[in-house]
């Protein structure tokens, strides 16, 4: 059973570059949440998609946008790159949206460092 | 802002239990208190989570106290490979999770 997985791992981009990033969640998972990881921070969290729909977002510009595709797997898209976009980026799959309890299960991560 | 505090950084023999704490003072009814860990580099990893009783599983123990004000992740035979930061948080239903800056845990041999 496949876990969580991400694409690339590593991506270096010039400020100003668009870049997109892949998730494909762990099978059975409906849910997707990506989350923005600084060095030394704990992961903040950027959107939420259900249902091919953004339910949650958290503090970011709308320069970060995301999709969800009927197969579950996401997109998250950062345009206009800043060199404070520098992160690790990470996605999140949960079985259920409507669960009581909601545990989440995250893929390795791409390192996206902007120059 | 995180809804949770913990130390941030412990030191545990290897072989000994590591119990690590967590502040929750404000958690609302329908919150659950979930760890995760993250080992350099990589993924946090989903640990355990509870709401109001102690819970266990082949990775740890979760003691909640009885206000659920607070809580421990209890490792009870912590090795080398536990080495990581573990983060505490709260988090009622699909609610977004709030991680903070989490504890450090070095298993020395």
């Known amino acids: 059973d496949a876990g969580v997985t991400q694409s690339p791992t590593h991506l270096i981009k010039t400020r100003g570059q668009q870049v997109t990033l892949r998730c494909s969640p762990k099978?059975?998972?409906?849910?997707v949440s990506w989350y923005q990881q600084a060095l030394g921070q704990g992961p903040q969290f950027i959107f939420q998609?259900?249902?091919?729909?953004?339910?949650q977002r958290g503090n970011f510009p709308d320069r970060f946008s995301g999709h969800q595709f009927p197969n579950y797997s996401s997109e998250l898209n950062v345009n206009a790159l800043l060199l404070g976009d520098s992160a690790l980026y990470l996605c999140?799959?949960?079985?259920?949206?409507?669960?009581?309890?909601?545990?989440?299960?995250f893929g390795p991560g791409t390192r996206l460092t902007v120059t | 802002d995180a809804k949770t505090t913990q130390p941030p950084s412990m030191d545990c023999a290897e072989g000994r239990a590591a119990n690590l704490p967590c502040n929750h003072s404000t958690i609302s009814g329908n919150e659950y208190v979930y760890w995760y860990r993250q080992i350099h580099s990589q993924g946090p990893q989903y640990i355990i989570h509870g709401l109001k009783n102690n819970e266990t599983n082949e990775m740890a123990s979760l003691i909640i106290t009885e206000d659920r004000k607070s809580s421990t992740l209890i490792l009870p035979h912590a090795t080398l490979r536990d080495t990581a930061v573990y983060y505490c948080?709260?988090?009622?239903?699909?609610?977004?999770?709030?991680f903070g800056k989490g504890t450090k845990l070095t298993v020395n041999p």
């Open positions: 999140a799959s949960s079985p259920t949206y409507w669960a009581a309890s909601y545990e989440q299960y």
């Open positions: 099978s059975g998972h409906d849910t």
């Open positions: 998609y259900y249902e091919e729909e953004e339910r």
């Open positions: 948080t709260s988090q009622g239903g699909s609610e977004k999770l709030v």
